[in-house]
Nanobody, 120 residues
Framework: QVQLVESGGGLVQPGGSLRLSCAASGSIFSIDDMAWYRQVPGEERELVATITRGSTTTYADAVKGRFTISRDNAKNTVYLQMNSLKSEDTAVYYC??????????????WGQGTQVTVSS
């Protein structure tokens, strides 16, 4: 089994910063793409940023220039540095990981979600 544990959410004022982390553990052989999504109640979950094993990144237009996704392959961890936060960034943030488990079966996992609230 594989577990994803997210941390780093919270309440921040507009213009502030937060750093989210998502650590994967368990029966992991290797991790391919990692990503962050977010969801507001009543709306579809949307893709925020992705990063390949080779650290190629993509971003949603709404966060380009403000958010940075990164990863530490040795720690099986993905990060999301969020700067210049806006009220519209308020959402539950989820990490998503595509990996090969120790049985060499490709699997997809979601984190439990962490609340980010941007408000004065």
């Amino acid at each position: 089994q594989v577990q994803l544990v997210e941390s780093g959410g919270g309440l921040v004022q507009p213009g502030g910063s937060l750093r989210l982390s998502c650590a994967a553990s368990g029966s992991i052989f290797s991790i391919d793409d990692m990503a962050w999504y977010r969801q507001v109640p009543g709306e579809e979950r949307e893709l925020v940023a992705t990063i390949t094993r080779g650290s190629t990144t993509t971003y949603a237009d709404a966060v380009k220039g403000r958010f940075t996704i990164s990863r530490d392959n040795a720690k099986n961890t993905v990060y999301l540095q969020m700067n210049s936060l806006k009220s519209e960034d308020t959402a539950v943030y989820y990490c998503n990981v595509h990996l090969w488990n120790t049985r060499i079966v490709r699997q997809n996992y979601w984190g439990q979600g962490t609340q980010v609230t941007v408000s004065s």
